[in-house]
Structures are given as C-alpha cells and as structure tokens.
C-alpha cells in the first residue's frame, strides 16, 4: 500500500468537512416528514440533519437526549431553535451535505493528511502501510512498518514500526505508538504494544506526551514519534522474551484466556475459533496468549474498533502493571 492507497482509504473522512458558523437571529431548526433541517448563520442555506447530528445538536444546547427524544417534533425545532441563541459561535461537522455533529468553536485542529504522510515517511526508512483502520469521530489508525526485523526465538521474526492515530478534521489529538508486525505467516501477525507514547498538545505548536522534545511543530512530531516508535524494537523483543519466560498453569489456561476474550471484546463464533485454536495450540506462557489475541485482530475480526480493542487488550497484558489491573486471574496464576 503506497501513499496514494492510503489517502483514496481515507475518502470517508475526507469527503467530511468543518464549517464554523456565526449564529445570527436567522437561524432556525425545523422538523420536516421524518427529517430535520436546520438553518445555520446568515441563513442562506438550509441542511438536513443526520440522527447523529440531531443527537449531537440535543447534547450541545445541554437538552437532554431522554427529554428531547420525548418532545413533539415542532416543539423540539422550537426549543433548540431557542437554546441555540444563547450560542455565539459553533461548529457543524457535515458529511454528504448533511449535519453529523456539531461543537464548540475552535476545537478543531485540522491536520493535512498528504503532509502527515510525507512527516511519517521522513522518520520511519523503508515505509510499508500496513493497514488503515477508519475510527469513529473521522479518526484514522495506520499501522506501518520499516524494514528492521529481529528474532524474538529461532524461527520467530517480528518487524518494526509504528502505529498513528490521527484526525484530518482534529477531532482527536495525534497519537503515535509502537507496533510490530509478528511474521509468524504470510499475512503476518499484529501486536500494539505500547513502550512509548506520543501525543500531540493540540495548540498548533506540538508536543510530546512521555517523551521529551516538545515545542517542535506537528509535523516535527509525526516525524520525530514514528522514529523513536520505530526504534523501540529491542526493548519490545526484550519484553517477549521476558513473557516467554513466564509458564501458565494447564490449570489456568483457559481462566485467563476467558479473561483476555473479555477484555478483548471478542465474542460469540470469533470467540469460539480462538479458544479452538488454543485447543489446537495450547498457550504455554504470556507470549503464547498476546499471540493468539493478536492473530484474532489480524486474522479474524473485520470491524476496526474490534480491531483496535483487540490490539489494546495485548498492549495492557504486555505491561505489567495494566495487566494487573485488568486480569485478576493471570495476577495470581503466572510462575
């Protein structure tokens, strides 16, 4: 996948636009057969509301959802109508010409996409875009990967690089986070583990989070975040070899991969195909068990936030302390 791929990927989030908005006495919510318009600013167009956008205008002039949902359509446009006046400025987030949310004004960062890319492509040599997974509140998560490999045992290769959670729109700060590719197969095999984390401030400058060397604009961030998340690789296969170390009990072993399954979120027939596989393979130790999460998040769930739950469930059995905090049982039951 090449930079162009990514961006076409991307197309959801950006054919989706910001729209600041000046609230002037023109401005009006309606209701309409099964559809909501609203008004904004001089009131020289009129754009329809999504359910999402209706729901995200409710919480916005602070009317409860469990009120609003209750009002009679007319009385809804006439109160929002009316809340919305104690508003001087807002923002619309619209999607196919329709409002899908609104805001405060000013929260938006936006970021340039191509320009987040080229930083990206300037800090991690040998760029390979792994996967974009496309998150709600327009967020994109990208996984990618360099050329550096490295043996956690004989036979088992895991590859560097990084992955970056990002808005077009600056609906999120960025984030950047390490993450390997384990190459276990010919699809490979992801893990996200977090050695270090990375977030952008949000106050046009940069920064970093659990790092040094803030003060750098953001794009000096993306580049400078990917690098260091690209060279964690020894400490990463150093905590592998760690987790290999430390045996489950056959006792135990279907106990904490409940617990993970929980924590994962993965659930009926995905559920039963890992626990097949653990049938097939039983996990001997830690690494076995991230090992059989992170091929569910490669190999078997589709929907992204499944995907992105699955990848943090292995990030907090991976660290120590969150995993403690999470599984009680593997607290207990590692040697």
């Not at 875009?129 to 895991?158: K, M, N, T």
């Not at 060397?213 to 690098?227: A, C, E, L, Q, T």
Request: aromatic fraction near 6%.
């Amino acid at each position: 996948m090449n930079r162009t791929d990514v961006l076409e990927s991307m197309t959801p989030i950006l054919d989706t636009q910001v729209r600041e908005v000046e609230h002037n006495a023109r401005t009006k919510v309606a209701i309409a057969p099964d559809m909501v318009t609203f008004r904004p600013g001089g009131g020289a167009r009129t754009l329809e509301m999504s359910k999402e956008g209706v729901r995200s205008m409710a919480s916005f002039v602070d009317l409860p959802w469990s009120v609003a949902n209750r009002l009679h359509p007319e009385t809804f446009g006439a109160v929002s109508t009316e809340l919305l006046r104690k508003k001087d400025r807002y923002s619309l987030i619209i999607k196919d010409g329709a409002v899908v949310a609104m805001e405060k004004p000013h929260k938006f960062h936006m970021v340039n996409p191509e320009r987040a890319l080229r930083a990206i492509e300037g800090g991690l040599p040998h760029i390979d875009y792994h996967r974009v997974l496309l998150l709600d509140d327009f967020v994109a998560s990208l996984e990618v990967v360099g050329d550096r490999r490295q043996p956690v045992i004989r036979g088992d290769l895991i590859q560097a690089g990084a992955n970056i959670t990002f808005s077009p729109l600056g609906t999120v700060n960025p984030m950047v986070q390490s993450y390997i590719v384990r190459l276990a197969c010919t699809n490979g095999m992801t893990s996200n583990t977090v050695v270090r984390e990375f977030q952008f401030n949000g106050d046009g400058d940069g920064g970093h989070s659990g790092g040094s060397g803030g003060g750098d604009n953001i794009w000096h961030w993306f580049r400078d975040s990917v690098r260091d998340a690209y060279g964690s690789l020894d400490s990463i296969v150093g905590q592998y070899r760690q987790m290999i170390d430390q045996n489950i009990a056959p006792t135990d072993r279907a106990t904490i991969l409940e617990a993970m399954l929980k924590e994962s979120g993965i659930t009926g027939q995905n559920a039963d195909t890992v626990r097949a596989l653990a049938l097939q393979q039983p996990p001997e130790n830690r690494y076995d068990m991230i090992n059989l999460i992170s091929y569910a998040s490669s190999h078997i769930l589709g929907n992204p936030h499944q995907v992105r739950r699955a990848q943090q469930a292995v990030a907090n059995h991976t660290n120590d302390d969150a995993h403690a905090r999470v599984c009680p049982a593997c607290r207990h039951t590692l040697s």
